[in-house]
């Protein structure tokens, strides 16, 4: 990644400025392999025709952390949780639609 910051001139500059660019990288990377573990279950929910239960999502994506990602499901328009046994998730008709191009 490239750093749009200015490159210090000073010994005490350059330790705060290299801090934060691994501050940054660090943000950086966990919000991209965020976005592709939601992306990842948006894409598993949409390859089966079925409700998938949170046991079988956990399986197929074991770095998925429910805590820290069903909030950010929950904020995706057409991801819908299922409360009955076994809780899960399943995707909308039209989310799926969309999905395949055609909405």
Do not use: K, N
Request: glycine share 6%; hydrophobic share 50%; net charge neutral.
């Amino acid at each position: 990644m490239v750093s749009c910051m200015a490159m210090p001139t000073s010994d005490p500059d350059l330790y705060t400025w290299f801090r934060r660019w691994q501050r940054a990288e660090a943000l950086t990377a966990g919000l991209v392999g965020a976005l592709f573990l939601l992306a990842g279950v948006v894409v598993l929910l949409h390859a089966t025709d079925r409700p998938l239960s949170h046991a079988e999502i956990a399986a197929a994506l074991p770095d998925l952390d429910p805590d820290r990602f069903h909030p950010m499901l929950a904020r995706i328009d057409g991801v819908i949780f299922l409360t009955r046994d076994p809780p899960g998730l399943m995707l909308s008709s039209d989310l799926r639609r969309r999905l395949d191009g055609r909405g």
